[in-house]
């Protein structure tokens, strides 16, 4: 294709000046919610009692936004254009509730604010005010699907929303500080994943405002041959629209603008009707202009306009300085309300048609609230995959190697409607999840040499070395109405803790929102687990993602840590149904014994916790309940605990031993806390009221402190977890290395139990023996000892 250069003269003069009310309407509604509490038109002179106490908000992003914003408008209709805005710097909020509120798109699900006199004074007043509305691209605001409070995902949501999308394009505001942040750096990368036969466009726009808070930024600090070049380095073509004239600028942005809509779609007519193979060069656009363009040039003797002082609010307190509320009388009366608005409140019909109409408008887009257009996944029967489990102990194959099978024939089913994705840093195989090759590939549009494996220019499985991405994706994909699951290491989703958490709030927020349907859940895979990291050693071995999911709100989060294939299946089964979730998933990977027939399993799943009577020696008539409970959470220590159950009733039979397995972590919460936690009376009917417990948890062992310091019993509960003891080590030494090995257990157990005497004493020196031993052993053979190895649950 021939380089990109603007379109000639876009804009007629009654166009341009058109846009230009627009933007000053957007402005004025900005200046407007940040500081006024009454007298929204202005119709009397400003005075103290008329300026809100607390000054809150980002001024210096939000002219530049509502620029951006209403030359969209002005495309979107000369296109008929299915687009959706995200606001990277979405501290800019005013832009975003000024842009919504002059198409309307505002006062339809808040009728409250209503497009008059009255609606304005209440839209000023709630911004950042007690009861009212935060002052990012919070959930809150229609046609939001990216708050941008915590800087670096714009792009990532921006391409995970036009996956499987074709039509839909996302205009991706950019701030240039955000682009310092690592996740937005790889994020340019994107356009490598995206198909322009199956999905949709981005169009960034890299907002080039110079400041970050009180810094310059990197890419307005260097030549701008040298951004052409980083840019064009990955992959984009730029078209920069720079000054601080108003009409010249809107001209070059209708231009800019206009190049790169027809740009976009000549690269997808040539992909979709010519059957062009290449990997294009996407158009995007660098906006310069001034930070807290139209603002107060300057301040108490400062510049404010063009600086970093015009990041946050460039006035600081009209109420006290009267020289500060004339400036911010002149500011706002700059934007000439009177030619905007009409005496009683109401956007001037010429300036209200240049908006968009229905659902074209960016605040009604029903792709910003994806739950709309969700529809549910085919499922297959996931009984179908059930590993044939004979009885207790049947080796397994890795529990992951059967879900694969599953996760494959979701794909397949659901190929057709294009809306289930799977997403991990290039883990899928190693994961066990190669059953999914047989019916997809891995999307990827950069060159393809012969020895590559599963590559195609449109596939399901989305895989780039970057947790960060595949998170920004899915979650865009997610928050856009479609289904998909991330598949990661345990160690390394720790990487997205953060976007986690942003994900987490934004669900909560939306859940108490009407007008947002619910989204599909956000389904973690953590396979390659702390317990089985056999060649990689300490640095791979992090069990910690939980502990920080369970900081958020019991409403969003639920965390499942299967024993086997078969329980595997049915959770996975269970999260894929789920809606408006984080589902995190914790399974292994290697052979292992398999426990439970898929009907027991799906038992099992659906109460999440249970004693399992098979594995235990109760009396089931007695009254007296059992001596110990052994309780087990997670493959591995399923396994070691079945096997000091063994051990035990081996040694000493006299024992009642009762087994309890969790599968479902938050049912150990009180109910109070979480909807999943057990009645306290439902805990002490497993757990008893006053036995010891000897607990053997996947992950850090203060969890299940933590998670059950309420309980009756919980002054008996002794915990066995990973306590940060790990190395490149045989798989039983990871769990001595940790006291959680069966033998640990064993002796763990007779050592609440007094009433063992003698005997257990001398089961205690036996197994000490049997640590030595296993020591030794390791360090001669570089395996575990053959008893381990080939150990089975036969009682
Ligand atoms: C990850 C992250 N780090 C730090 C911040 C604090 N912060 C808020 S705004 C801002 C500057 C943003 O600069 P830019 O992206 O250029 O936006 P603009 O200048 O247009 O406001 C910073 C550092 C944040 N919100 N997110």
């Not at 297959?380 to 024939?409: C, M």
């Not at 195609?456 to 970057?466: D, F, I």
């Not at 033998?743 to 030595?772: C, N, W, Y």
Request: glycine residues 8%; proline residues 7%; negative net charge.
């Amino acid at each position: 294709m021939t380089p990109l250069q603007p379109a000639a003269a876009v804009l007629t003069p009654a166009l341009r000046a058109g846009i230009d009310a627009y933007w000053r309407a957007a402005n004025y509604l900005s200046v407007g919610q940040i500081y006024l509490f009454d007298n929204p038109l202005l119709k009397r002179p400003l005075a103290v009692d008329d300026v809100k106490h607390m000054l809150l908000g980002h001024w210096g992003t939000t002219p530049g936004q509502n620029f951006i914003y209403a030359h969209l408008n002005r495309a979107i209709k000369k296109y008929d254009l299915d687009m959706i805005y995200v606001s990277g710097p979405g501290h800019g909020g005013p832009a975003v509730v000024a842009n919504t509120y002059l198409e309307g798109s505002y006062s339809e699900i808040y009728p409250d604010i209503s497009r008059d006199e009255v609606g304005l004074r209440r839209l000023f007043k709630q911004f950042s005010f007690p009861g009212g509305i935060p002052s990012h691209a919070s959930p809150e605001t229609p046609g939001s699907i990216h708050e941008g409070g915590e800087l670096g995902y714009s792009l990532s949501h921006s391409f995970g929303a036009v996956f499987d999308n074709p039509a839909l394009v996302v205009a991706c505001v950019i701030g240039d500080g955000e682009a310092e942040t690592g996740p937005l750096a790889t994020a340019w990368h994107s356009n490598k994943f995206l198909d322009p036969v199956h999905d949709g466009a981005v169009l960034p726009i890299l907002h080039l405002n110079g400041f970050k808070i009180s810094n310059p930024t990197i890419l307005a600090r260097i030549p701008r041959s040298e951004l052409t070049q980083l840019l064009q380095g990955y992959g984009w073509e730029p078209l920069f629209v720079e000054g601080h004239e108003p009409d010249p600028m809107h001209d070059a942005m209708a231009s800019a603008l206009d190049a790169c809509i027809e740009r976009i779609h000549a690269i997808q007519q040539a992909a979709r009707r010519d059957g062009v193979g290449e990997r294009p060069r996407w158009p995007m656009i660098v906006l310069a202009s001034p930070k807290g363009w139209t603002g107060p040039k300057e301040v108490d003797g400062l510049k404010v306009e063009g600086t970093f002082r015009s990041h946050q609010v460039p006035l600081s307190d009209p109420r006290v300085n009267p020289e500060h509320l004339r400036m911010l009388e002149d500011w706002l009366q700059s934007y000439r309300p009177h030619e905007l608005f009409h005496a009683d409140g109401r956007l001037r019909e010429e300036i209200a048609a240049l908006a968009p109409a229905g659902a074209r408008r960016m605040g009604a887009n029903p792709h910003a609230n994806g739950g709309l257009l969700l529809r549910d996944l085919h499922l297959p029967d996931f009984r179908a995959y059930a590993a044939d489990v004979g009885k207790p102990g049947t080796p397994g194959i890795g529990d992951t190697h059967v879900l694969g099978k599953f996760i494959r024939d979701v794909i397949a089913l659901n190929e057709p409607t294009r809306n289930f994705r799977l997403f991990g840093p290039d883990e899928t195989l190693s994961n066990g999840l190669e059953a999914v090759f047989e019916k997809t590939e891995r999307q990827w549009e950069g060159a393809v040499v012969a020895d590559d494996q599963f590559l195609a220019r449109t596939g399901r499985v989305m895989e780039v070395l970057s947790e960060h991405q595949c998170e920004g994706w899915l979650e865009g994909y997610l928050l856009t109405g479609r289904h998909g699951l991330f598949n990661c290491y345990e160690a390394f989703i720790h990487i997205v803790d953060s976007m986690f958490n942003q994900h987490a709030k934004w669900l909560k927020v939306t859940s108490k929102l009407p007008w947002r349907a619910k989204i599909a859940s956000l389904n973690y895979l953590l396979a390659s687990h702390v317990w089985r990291q056999d060649h990689n050693g300490f640095t791979h071995q992090d069990p910690g993602f939980i502990d920080h999911v369970m900081n958020k709100k019991p409403e969003v989060v639920r965390v499942y840590l299967p024993p086997d294939a078969n329980c595997l299946l049915s959770v996975m089964d269970h999260c894929l149904r789920s809606r408006h979730y984080v589902n995190v998933v914790i399974a292994g990977k290697h052979p292992s014994p398999q426990w439970l027939t898929m009907d027991q399993a799906a038992a099992h799943c659906a109460t999440g916790i249970g004693i399992w009577d098979w594995a235990g020696n109760e009396d089931a008539r007695s009254d007296t309940g059992p001596d110990v409970v052994m309780a087990c959470c997670g493959d591995v220590p399923t396994l070691e605990t079945m096997a000091a159950v063994k051990l035990l009733r081996e040694h000493l039979p006299q024992l009642k031993v009762r087994v309890v397995n969790v599968v479902d972590l938050c049912r150990l919460m009180p109910h109070s806390e979480h909807p999943h936690g057990l009645e306290d009376r439902a805990f002490d009917e497993l757990f008893t009221r006053d036995k010891p417990v000897i607990f053997a948890f996947h992950a850090y062992p203060w969890l299940i402190h933590r998670l059950t310091y309420r309980r009756t019993n919980h002054d008996n509960i002794h915990v066995r977890g990973y306590k940060e003891e790990g190395t490149i080590t045989t798989a039983f030494d990871m769990t001595v290395l940790n006291d959680l090995d069966r033998f640990h257990l064993t002796m763990d157990a007779i050592d609440r139990l007094p009433q063992t005497g003698e005997r257990g004493l001398s089961v205690k020196r036996t197994l000490q023996a049997k640590l030595v031993e296993h020591k030794q052993y390791i360090d001669i053979n570089g395996q575990d000892l053959p008893e381990i190895r080939n150990w089975n649950w036969s009682t």
